[in-house]
């Protein structure tokens, strides 16, 4: 996990805080670009989160400091991988978080990762979640 202010010329690690340094699935804040929300794998060779123990770790202060959000996740037995393109925010204020893993559940968050619900399981392997929030929307 690195982080460049200048637009790459340079990059400092931003990992200290999270229990690995490898993981694919990022998602930045839709309105608040400081705040960031990683999902930590084990290892390139073992695709999981650490201990199988589901948490999204988010930072307030662009990868400063870390907090690990588990309210809802599966703890113990997660043995799933979370891919880059199954993590994703809506525009929603607050915004909702949602990612998919490769045993086909799927999660979701509407209030910025503080708790979470499973809403979706037994698909197959998800490899793509996309959200959006649709307003305006009138039927009849």
Known sequence: MYRSDDLGTSWQSIAEGLPSDFGFPIVVHPHRPGVVNNLPLSADSRRFPPDGNCAVYRSEDAGSTWTALTDGLPQGGFWSAVLRDAFCADDAEPAGLYFGSRSGEVY????????WGLIAQHLPDVLCVRAAVVQGLRCG
Request: charged share 40%; net charge negative.
């Open 108 to 115: 979701a968050s509407r209030d910025e990762g503080g708790t």
